[in-house]
């Protein structure tokens, strides 16, 4: 691959499109760059959007990024339609193609449904937050289906907007995430608040449009004003279905984020391959890392260092802060390296393999020192 | 150039120092430190990464 690289194409103007930029320019890519995405907004963060975004009074700004230095040709609210491998490319949904040398596919995912009813709201982008907020103002009755980190800070996002909130979880919320130890810390404290949990096996939503209920397995019925649901998220391949390239809706890449020499996917869609096999970790410092790694590869080849992710993850709900690093869910009791259970705390947990997750509770700290905990040299 | 920290709104991640630790560290109290006020060019895309890793945007570059 020695002929040198004129066009470079990003598709999907993510957090994980916008890195992939910047980081094409800091290993020398100096040609024509151009980044699609088919929201209208410049690149945004996603997790603000469920956390400061929902409760912050008047202050409408913490999701805002600063504004992008790559000075690539920025095309936005179109849609790539379609790739073509073989003639290198890209379609988009106004009759354009984009033609390219190298290509940065970072179409992220969108929220699963459990229904098509308008009734069921999902949070995933910056006009569902602005949706979601406008119909809390009048702090109607709300159900949230999903027990994961996502519904559990939409539960209490909402109970924060005076909302009497029923959160409707397969199992114990958070203990898919989290393990039993911490999602019992969490549930704890959204029990505090006032938060209602239902658990249930599989829930549905039926009814028609202006009428919609959530079914519980057992056949019990909840009706709310509002209904939100956070089930996880589908990877945005749908427009890669002809290549080939994409199986059970997911790019497998290798670990320099390549799915082919000359194309790249990063972000949520990709699984790469980690210490517990190839999979997909769909969080923001794990599409950051993905697109720095990436796009070196397609710059400078096998000489790019291959990606070495540790995972982080923090989560803002029901008064708790966590964060932690290393590999989640975590089984037992943890061990206090401070504090104690019930307040401000760090804690590891040590795994087989020597490896271990520090996890820091209300708690502040650098996540170098966090990491080296997880690692046993902290 | 600068950069500038939003001191309300950092909660502390630490993403920050982990993309630029040549520029800013967190202190014991988990308060963020810029160690250096003036940023050069040649640490321009070092601290623009730093910027951008933010997840609550409490930095930016003025
Ligand atoms: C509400 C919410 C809260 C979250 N909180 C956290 C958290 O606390 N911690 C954490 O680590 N992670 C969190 N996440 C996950 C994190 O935000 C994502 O992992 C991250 O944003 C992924 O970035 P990405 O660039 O891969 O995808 P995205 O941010 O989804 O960006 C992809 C972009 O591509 C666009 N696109 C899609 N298809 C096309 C197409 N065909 N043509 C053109 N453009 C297209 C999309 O519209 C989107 O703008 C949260 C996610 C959500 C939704
Ligand atoms: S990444 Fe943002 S929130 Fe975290 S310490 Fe740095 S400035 Fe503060």
């Known amino acids: 691959m020695s002929t040198p690289i004129k066009r470079v194409v990003v598709v999907g103007n993510g957090i994980a499109g916008l890195t992939a930029a910047d980081s094409l320019r800091e290993s020398g890519f100096d040609g024509e760059l151009t980044i699609v995405g088919d929201e209208p907004h410049p690149a945004y963060s996603r997790p603000a959007l469920s956390k400061a975004l929902l409760l912050d009074g008047d202050d409408m700004s913490s999701h805002e990024l600063p504004p992008p230095t790559h000075g690539a040709n920025e095309i936005r609210g179109v849609r790539a339609s379609g790739l073509d491998v073989e003639r290198r490319l890209v379609s988009l949904e106004d009759g354009t193609a984009l033609p390219y040398d190298r290509l940065v596919i970072a179409t992220g995912s969108r929220a699963r449904r459990l229904s098509d009813l308008p009734e069921e709201l999902t949070l995933r982008g910056l006009d569902d937050a602005l949706t979601l907020r406008g119909r809390l103002a009048a702090s109607p009755s709300v159900v949230v289906v999903g027990g994961g980190p996502l519904g559990m800070e939409i539960a209490s996002g909402c109970l924060a907007a005076g909302c009497r909130v029923t959160l409707v979880s397969q199992g114990t919320p958070l203990i898919v995430q989290l393990g039993p130890y911490l999602a019992d810390v969490f549930v704890k404290a959204a029990l505090d608040r006032g938060l209602t949990v239902v658990e249930t096996g599989g829930a549905r939503l039926e009814g028609q449009a202006g009428d919609a209920r959530v079914v519980l397995e057992d056949g019990a019925v909840l009706q709310a004003g509002l209904v939100i649901s956070a089930v996880g998220d589908v990877p945005n391949t749908d427009w890669l279905a002809d290549t080939g390239m994409v199986e059970k809706g997911v790019l497998q890449v290798d670990s320099r984020g390549l799915v082919r020499p000359d194309i790249a996917a990063v972000g949520d869609p990709a699984a790469f391959p980690t210490p517990y096999g190839r999979r997909r970790i769909p969080l923001w410092s794990s599409a950051i890392e993905q697109a720095k790694v990436a796009a070196a590869a397609l710059v400078r080849g096998d000489e790019a260092p291959p990606l070495r992710f540790q995972p982080y993850f923090w989560t803002e709900q029901f008064g708790l802060s966590l964060k932690a690093v290393g590999y989640l869910p975590v089984q037992g009791e943890p061990t206090y390296v401070e504090g104690g259970p019930g307040g401000s705390s760090l804690m590891r947990w040590s795994h087989d393999d020597g490896s271990g997750t520090a996890v820091a509770l209300n708690h502040r700290i650098p996540i170098p020192r966090l990491r080296r905990l997880s690692q046993g040299t902290g | ?62």
């Open chain 2, 1 to 62: 150039m600068k950069i500038v920290i939003d001191r309300p709104r950092c909660e502390g991640h630490g993403l920050c120092e982990e993309a630029a630790p040549q520029l800013m560290h967190l202190d014991d109290d988990g308060e963020l430190v810029l160690d250096r006020e003036e940023i050069s060019d040649a640490d321009a895309s070092l601290a623009n990464a730093a910027v951008r890793v933010c997840p609550v945007a409490a930095l930016r570059i003025a």
